[in-house]
């Protein structure tokens, strides 16, 4: 459910969502009203894990995308290369219209 969203609202049927798995396990989730908030959500989460998650060089590359303002762009380099260093993660994305 989106925070401070009742059942019934329209705004849930208009749900942007995202949940990470590792070993079929929920890691991380997050719902928003918008592509933009989901997105913001996502890159506060790769840049938290990135560090600890990637190599050296890949963690850099997705710094320099989110320093840039590309967040898309950090959060599919981040989920391409995650795995190649610990554990893989899947994300799954929930884009109404498949946006």
């Known amino acids: 459910m989106i925070p401070g969203a009742a059942a019934g ?3 849930v049927a208009t749900a942007y969502g995202a949940v990470v798995l590792v070993h079929d396990e929920v890691r991380w989730h ?3 009203r918008t592509r933009a908030e989901l997105f913001a959500a996502l890159a ?3 840049a938290e894990q990135a560090p600890f998650q990637l190599w050296p060089l890949e963690a850099a590359r ?3 995308w989110l320093h840039r303002g590309d967040r898309e762009q950090a959060v599919r380099y981040y989920f391409a290369t995650v795995g190649r260093r610990w554990d893989r993660e899947q994300l799954h ?3 109404p219209g498949g946006r």
Do not use: E, H, I
């Open 9 to 11: 609202d329209p705004a």
């Open 30 to 32: 997050a719902a928003t």
């Open 44 to 46: 506060a989460y790769v």
């Open 62 to 64: 997705v710094r320099r």
């Open 93 to 95: 994305l929930v884009l």
